[in-house]
């Protein structure tokens, strides 16, 4: 009876990790956005990682950007990758399963709140990293300005930075989202 039981749960235990995977991975059924080509757009994917050149047991999530040169829905999409460095044995073309699909992205505009709210945070994280360590080590009286004085000095930089960093970066906005990722 024990070993019954023992092997009952032996065979539970080997089940669970491909019964997990496999719920991992279920696709949600979603209509396919209307891009054309020429559209830039970012991809995400779900493909079989190979390791010198064999595919290997695992999945790994993919993310590309890039202009669209062919779009069939049901089928596949293709895209011409834009990025300033591509590996030099990774073509710039790509072409993925519509299968392997897991979310299209397109731009939507500047980011460059996100980026003035960047320069915001790290002035004041600035302004309190000083501040605690100026009032932890420093034995004088005129120790211990405060934390707003240091963060006033360090947003007349890091607040323009953060802007003009938005202003180079794109928000984007999701336009199909084909699968998941995380568990049920």
């Known amino acids: 009876m024990r070993t019954r039981l023992l092997l009952v749960g032996a065979a539970v235990l080997m089940l669970q990790p491909a019964r997990s995977i496999g719920q991992s991975f279920v696709a949600h059924s979603a209509t396919a956005p209307v891009l054309a080509p020429g559209q830039k757009v970012r991809v995400w994917t779900l493909e079989q990682a190979t390791f010198l050149g064999l595919p290997t047991p695992r999945l790994q999530a993919l993310r590309f950007v ?30 993925a399963r519509w299968e392997s699909v897991r979310r299209i992205d397109v731009p939507h505009g500047r980011d460059a709140v996100g980026g003035t709210l960047a320069g915001v945070s790290a002035a004041i994280g600035y302004g309190l990293f000083i501040s605690f360590f100026e009032r932890v080590f420093c034995d004088a009286q005129s120790c211990g300005r405060g934390v707003l004085t240091y963060s006033a000095r360090a947003a007349v930089v890091t607040v323009p930075a953060g802007a003009l960093a938005g202003i180079f970066t794109t928000r984007w906005k999701r336009a199909y989202w084909g699968g998941t990722l995380t568990r049920r």
């Open 66 to 95: 890039g202009t669209l040169t062919a779009y069939n829905p049901p089928d596949s999409l293709s895209l011409r990758r834009t990025a300033l460095f591509v590996a030099p044995w990774r073509s710039r073309e790509y072409t």
